[in-house]
């Protein structure tokens, strides 16, 4: 399978994007959900500061991805675009390839997201006050997967 890159159209916000496409971040935590969660919470203080970023989990016999985006690096609201099903599958090693194909020539976040959106059906919840802390963006989707034995975890930070 072959990923193409496609060029986002050029806003304000992706045009501000264009030093983050040669520093995206990737971090991934296997294990108990406390420490996994606990893990998360300790992630780089400024993925959360990002325009876009995202957190895929599997658990034991579900998993889920969540996509934060606010439109402007400056907003205090965003978006969050989530999806479930009961395994990743080859989500994040796709999405390695997106941004691998991109080579920093275009906003990473809007890469990943147009992959996702061709891939798979994400649900995008109302504006809401954008996480200030990787605790208050990622412990609750790893609370609800507290009876699962062991998960994975993977953040990527885009732009």
Not at 65 to 71: G, K, T
Not at 87 to 108: F, Q, S, W, Y
Request: charged share 20%; glycine share 6%.
């Amino acid at each position: 399978m072959t990923t193409q890159t496609k060029p986002a159209p050029l806003t304000t916000a992706v045009a501000a994007c264009a030093p983050a496409a040669w520093d995206c971040q990737m971090h991934t935590y296997l294990g108990s959900p406390a420490n996994v969660a606990a893990n998360l919470a300790a992630v780089p203080a400024d993925i959360v500061e990002r325009r876009v970023y995202m957190l895929m989990v599997q658990g034991t016999d579900r998993a889920e991805a969540h996509l934060y985006e606010r439109f402007a690096f400056e907003d205090n609201e965003g978006t969050v675009a989530t999806w479930s099903d009961h395994k990743l599958g080859d989500m994040v090693t796709r999405l390695t390839e997106v941004l691998i194909g991109n080579g920093g020539a275009h906003c990473p976040g809007e890469q990943v997201k147009a992959n996702l959106e061709e891939q798979h059906d994400f649900q995008v919840g109302a504006p809401a006050p954008a996480p200030k802390t990787a605790a208050e963006a990622f412990g609750p989707i790893l609370a609800s997967f507290s009876s699962d034995k062991f998960v994975q975890a993977t953040v990527m930070a885009l732009c």
